[in-house]
């Protein structure tokens, strides 16, 4: 008999598959006693990591480039010698056999850590090898990302970024987790990737490994053991999307043709090379933290600007907006020192990291500056996290002496929205991070799921910040973006337009639609669509009534 869940859906499409579990990584049991005899046990461990390195090396061998380096290293760690000798010593001392594996390799851990670079990064594959063992030994269901040699749908708890980053889209259908909200790691990632998928979805994990579900990652439906016209009916509703959005092409616009620039949302370089192949205007936000997750130590001036050069060349000829680095809370890089803060979301994070380390900002400029007099895209640089239109100035400042002629700041501090018009009369252009500024507007954290109803982004309160901030660009006539997640949700794009937004950059994988639906609307429509949404009294109210607005067309698509 089927079964529904309803969660909340963060990226798009609807697919019909077969689950596979996240399995969270295993601990060892904290009752766990001593074995007899402690060769027996030590043999059970070699066994155990054998077979870890084994399907390390097998999967070595389905890969190639820094990928197949990197397992086949973390194969060998898996049979390193010196490591057999400390759980042997430990096993020896009369210490249970999980308990021996877990502390001789979090031991090498420790060491790898203290290196720092490239070998404290081999400490987080090294943890994987101990996960994958504990498992083994424990006959737990192996953790991380699953490989049932067909596709699937991926359900969990949640995803980490490491568990992401390993994620093969050609292998995974959708996502489905009970926790993360709309602007968490797993919806983020999911739209980049174009996968549908659904957060806080209630009891998900109880599905079975192989239970066929239609997944629908815009209602936020998840349905098991669907009736056979169902599956056939979500796959042909999935196909008449395709279709539809596929018809679309070009520069965005408004039915009465006002232009509203459709940009991408990136991390990395292969991001920017594999939307630079898309039918888009540039790029309206590089995270460029993104380039630098797992470091150890700040990337030279070379590094950086080699990276910058690949980015730009890829997109020669049309706009890209930098972000310059944003460390801190939901973002941290292992080389920005942030000190123990109580409260990292409300501390020293984005621009303010360079209070302390102007270093690193100069350095960051610096390398933009010379990667962009060399390429020919249109380079647009701005700082996260700005307050006061003094920040904004000082940034300004620093970015026209590394030779960037083109600075702004994005606003998603509420201070910032409430005085828009004075941050404005200091920068070229503002971009609006809705993702923050939903958080800071509503005292809720945006890694919370919990809080997933003060986050969206259909609140009113968070469109009247828009508002002004729409209302102060068109008085000074400095270009307003949206580069948060509310830019990729076509409905609220009109709302967006009709506020005085003229940029919106969103997730590849979601251009076409909002492409498609801001053309059937009138600029006079989106206005109205602007003030029905924020008559309402919260989000929900307020996607409903902009919803009756839309076009029939519409209404069947999302
Ligand atoms: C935002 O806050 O909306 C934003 C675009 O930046 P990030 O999600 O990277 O914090
Ligand atoms: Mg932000």
Redesign the pocket.
């Known amino acids: 008999m089927s079964t529904h869940r309803a969660g909340l859906g963060v990226s798009p499409g609807v697919v019909a598959g077969p689950v596979a579990r996240l399995a969270a990584p295993p601990r060892p049991p904290a009752d766990e006693k001593p074995g007899d005899d402690p060769v027996a046990e030590l043999a059970r461990v070699d066994a155990a990591l054998d077979q870890v390195a084994r399907t390390l090396q097998e999967r070595a061998q389905a890969t190639s480039g820094d990928a197949a380096d990197v397992l086949t290293a973390t194969a060998l760690m898996a049979r390193d010698p010196s490591l057999h000798s400390s759980i042997q010593g430990l096993l020896e001392q009369g210490r249970p056999t999980v308990a021996s594996l877990d502390s001789a390799i979090e031991s090498v851990c420790d060491v790898l850590a203290g290196l720092g670079g490239y070998m404290a990064e081999r400490a987080g594959d090294l943890r994987d090898v101990r996960n994958r063992a504990l498992a083994v030994l424990l006959g737990l269901p192996m953790p991380g990302i699953p490989h049932p040699g067909h596709p699937f749908v991926l359900v969990g708890h949640d995803l980490s970024p490491a568990d992401t980053a390993t994620l093969d889209p050609a292998e995974v259908l959708a996502i489905v987790t009970e926790e993360g909200g709309p602007t968490s790691h797993t919806a983020i990632l999911a739209k980049g990737l174009g996968v549908p998928a659904v957060v806080r979805c209630p009891s998900s994990r109880d599905l079975e490994d192989g239970t066929l579900v239609v997944v629908d990652g815009s209602t936020g439906s998840v349905i098991a053991d669907p009736a056979p016209d169902l599956v056939t009916q979500a796959l042909e509703q999935a196909d008449a999307r395709r279709r539809l959005t596929a018809t679309g092409a070009g520069p965005g616009r408004t039915a009465d043709g006002t232009a509203v620039a459709l940009l991408v949302n990136i991390a990395t370089i292969d991001d920017a090379h594999r939307a630079a192949a898309l039918d888009c205007e540039g790029v309206g936000l590089f995270r460029t933290e993104g380039m630098y997750l797992g470091r150890h130590s700040a990337p030279t001036l070379e590094e950086q600007e080699a990276g910058y050069r690949e980015v730009l060349t890829a997109f020669a000829g049309r706009k890209v907006v930098v972000r310059t680095l ?1 460390a801190g809370a939901d973002k941290p890089l292992a080389f920005v020192e942030h000190g123990d803060e109580e409260n990292p979301a409300l501390g020293v994070r ?1 621009l303010r990291v360079s209070w302390r380390h102007p270093e690193l900002l100069q350095t960051q400029l610096q390398a933009l500056g010379r990667a962009a007099a060399s390429t020919a895209s249109d380079v647009w640089v701005m700082a ?2 700005v307050a006061t239109p003094s920040e904004a100035a000082d940034f300004v400042a620093s970015a026209r002496a590394a030779g960037l002629s083109v600075a702004g700041a ?1 606003i ?1 501090v509420p201070a910032a929205a409430l005085r828009a018009d004075r941050v404005l009369a200091e920068v070229d252009f503002v971009s609006i ?1 809705t ?3 939903a ?1 800071y507007t509503f005292a809720a954290d945006r890694m919370q799921g919990e809080l997933a109803a003060l986050l969206d982004p259909w609140q009113p309160a968070l469109l009247d910040l828009i508002a002004a901030v729409g209302a102060a660009g068109e008085r000074a006539h400095v270009p307003v973006g949206v580069c ?1 997640e509310a830019a990729g949700d076509p409905l609220l794009a009109c709302v967006l337009v009709g506020l005085g937004v003229r940029s919106l950059s969103m997730a590849p994988g979601l251009i076409a639609t909002v492409r498609l639906v801001l053309a059937a609307h009138s600029l006079e429509e989106c206005r109205a669509m602007a003030a029905a949404a924020r008559d309402a009294v919260d989000g929900v109210t307020a996607r409903e009534a902009v919803r009756a607005l839309a076009g029939e067309a519409v209404r069947a698509l999302i």
Request: glycine content about 24%; proline content about 8%.
């Open positions: 944003d984005g996260p996290m994005m998603e991070g993702n923050d500024l958080q948060g």
